[in-house]
C-alpha cells in the first residue's frame, strides 16, 4: 500500500534558519506526491506537489522540495524561515481508487522563534 | 473565487443530537470530498463524490454517519445520533478533474472546516 512517513512531529528553528520538513514514501508505483500547509485554524493549503519531470519542484512562500527515487524521500526546504511559516505541514501521496485519494502523514508541527 | 464554503465553523452539542455540516465547493468543480482530523488518526478520507454522484464511501465510520450531494453547489455531512467520539475538525474539499473522476494529480482544494465537540 502507498504510504508517506514524516519524521518528526515537530520542529523548532530561528528566524531566517533552514528549515528542513521531511517526508519519505512507500510506493510500488511512481508516487505522485504533496506538501500542504495548515495554518491555525484554517484549511490546508497546496504547498506544491510533484507529479512527473523536474525532480526539484518549487512552491509557494519560497517553498522546494526534491524528489528523489533511490532514497524514496520528498523532504520540503526552505532557505530562511519567517515568523509567518509556522503552521502544520503536510505530506501526501495520492493512490488511485478510480479517483484521487490523497494519503496523508501525520504532520510536522513548524515552530518559528525570534 | 470565495474557496470551498463550510458551515458552521463550530458545533457544539450533547451526546445523541443530530449534527449537520454543510459545505459549498468550488463553482464548477466536479469531485467532492469529506474529510475528518482526529489527533489519533490524522486526516482520514470520510466519502468522496462525482458529479453530486457518491462514488466511494467506505471511509465513512458507521452507519450514523451520511452524506448526501443534491446539487454541485451543496453537500451536507450529517451523524445522527452523535457520540463524542465524533469530535473532530470535518473538512470539505474539492477539485476539478478533466475528465471523468479527473486524475491523480488534481489539486484539492479545502474548506477551513468545522470543529465538531460533542459532550
Known amino acids: 500500500a502507498q504510504s508517506v512517513t514524516q519524521l518528526g512531529s515537530h520542529v523548532s528553528v530561528s528566524e531566517g534558519a533552514l528549515v528542513l520538513l521531511r517526508c519519505n514514501y512507500s510506493s510500488s508505483v511512481p508516487p505522485y506526491l504533496f506538501w500542504y500547509v495548515q495554518y491555525p485554524n484554517q484549511g490546508l493549503q497546496l504547498l506544491l506537489k510533484?507529479?512527473?519531470?523536474?525532480?526539484l519542484v518549487k512552491g509557494i512562500n519560497g517553498f522546494e522540495a526534491e524528489f528523489k527515487k533511490s532514497e524514496t524521500s520528498f523532504h520540503l526546504t526552505k532557505p530562511s524561515a519567517h515568523m509567518s511559516d509556522a503552521a502544520e505541514y503536510f505530506c501526501a501521496v495520492s493512490v488511485w481508487k478510480g479517483f484521487q485519494k490523497l494519503v496523508f502523514g501525520t504532520g510536522t508541527r513548524l515552530l518559528v522563534s525570534p | 473565487d470565495a474557496g470551498v464554503i463550510q458551515s458552521p465553523r463550530h458545533e457544539v452539542t450533547e451526546m445523541g443530537q443530530e449534527v449537520t455540516l454543510r459545505c459549498k465547493p468550488i463553482?464548477?468543480?466536479?469531485?467532492l470530498f469529506w474529510y475528518r482530523q482526529t489527533m489519533m488518526r490524522g486526516l482520514e478520507l470520510l466519502i468522496y463524490?462525482?458529479?453530486?454522484?457518491?462514488?466511494?464511501d467506505s471511509g465513512m465510520p458507521e452507519d450514523r454517519f451520511s452524506a448526501k450531494m443534491p446539487n454541485a453547489s451543496f453537500s451536507t455531512l450529517k451523524i445522527q445520533p452523535s457520540e463524542p467520539r465524533d469530535s473532530a475538525v470535518y473538512f470539505c474539499?474539492?477539485?476539478?478533474?478533466?475528465?471523468?473522476?479527473?486524475?491523480?494529480?488534481?489539486?484539492?482544494?479545502f474548506g477551513p472546516g468545522t470543529r465538531l465537540t460533542v459532550l
Open positions: 510533484y507529479t512527473t519531470g523536474a525532480t
Open positions: 463524490f462525482n458529479n453530486n454522484v457518491p462514488i466511494d
Open positions: 463553482s464548477g468543480h466536479n469531485s
Open positions: 474539499a474539492s477539485s476539478l478533474g478533466l475528465a471523468g473522476a479527473g486524475g491523480p494529480t488534481d489539486t484539492q482544494y
